[in-house]
């Protein structure tokens, strides 16, 4: 039960550059959503999904896209990257039961755009 | 302003000191306040979840949440070094239950605890 990963860990990018990163959850949880977590910030929800083929913003969505195509796996991309998206991202499920507020998070992701 | 206030820290502590970390928020709405605590370099894990007014306990973490006064806190007794790690406060509305756990954090609190 390896709980939720995410890849890659690390990654540099060149300003316009476009990735994808990638989310997977082994628990079963119907939601799932995408942070980032900047120096002095604390963690803010970017996008959120409550189901497979359902997607919405969060507190800090623009710049970012992302697809829920399989209950498991939660895709978050950048289009054209800025240095403003220079961040740690973090991916988190929790359970529709649960109201969502036990939220399991995965290890991150660091982002660099130069 | 934001709506969750965090004293980011540092705070550093001797073993065995009871250590208090603080949030204040603005949103009446809220009614769910977690307590996360994150270690260098990994995702957070959730420590304590409360509902409404009052105090948890759970081992040496204690909760307690004063919706009148906007304030929440967390308490650790008889601190370890492996406390030493960053504290964060989170908090969920409820809108008839279509807030889908969105959650609104602190900034984090920053702790060491020193042998």
């Known amino acids: 039960n390896a709980g939720v990963t995410q890849t890659p860990k690390f990654r540099v990018l060149k300003t316009g550059q476009s990735m994808t990163l990638l989310c997977a959850q082994d628990?079963?949880?119907?939601?799932m959503y995408w942070y980032r977590q900047d120096p002095g910030m604390g963690l803010r929800l970017i996008h959120y999904?409550?189901?497979?083929?359902?997607?919405a913003k969060g507190e800090v969505p623009d710049g970012y896209n992302v697809s829920r195509l399989k209950k498991q796996n939660f895709l978050l991309g950048l289009e054209s990257a800025a240095p403003s998206q220079t961040s740690v991202y973090f991916c988190?499920?929790?359970?529709?039961?649960?109201?969502?507020?036990?939220?399991?998070f995965g290890p991150g992701t660091r982002l660099t755009v130069t | 302003q934001k709506e969750v206030e965090q004293d980011p820290g540092p705070l550093s502590v001797p073993e065995g000191a009871i250590v208090s970390l603080n949030c204040t928020y603005s949103?009446?709405?809220?009614?769910?306040f977690m307590w996360y605590r994150q270690y260098s370099r990994k995702g957070p894990e959730l420590l304590m979840y409360?509902?409404?007014?009052g105090n948890k306990e759970d081992g040496r973490f204690t909760a307690q949440v004063d919706k009148s006064s906007k304030y929440i806190s967390l308490f650790i007794r008889d601190s370890q070094p492996s406390d030493s790690a960053t504290y964060l406060c989170?908090?969920?509305?409820?809108?008839?239950?279509?807030?889908?756990?969105?959650?609104?954090f602190g900034q984090g609190t920053i702790l060491t605890v020193h042998p």
């Open positions: 988190a499920s929790s359970s529709r039961l649960a109201g969502g507020r036990e939220q399991y």
């Open positions: 628990m079963n949880h119907e939601y």
């Open positions: 999904s409550v189901g497979e083929g359902t997607t």
């Open positions: 949103n009446s709405a809220f009614q769910y």
């Open positions: 409360t509902y409404s007014s």
């Open positions: 989170a908090m969920s509305a409820n809108a008839g239950g279509t807030s889908y756990g969105k959650l609104t």
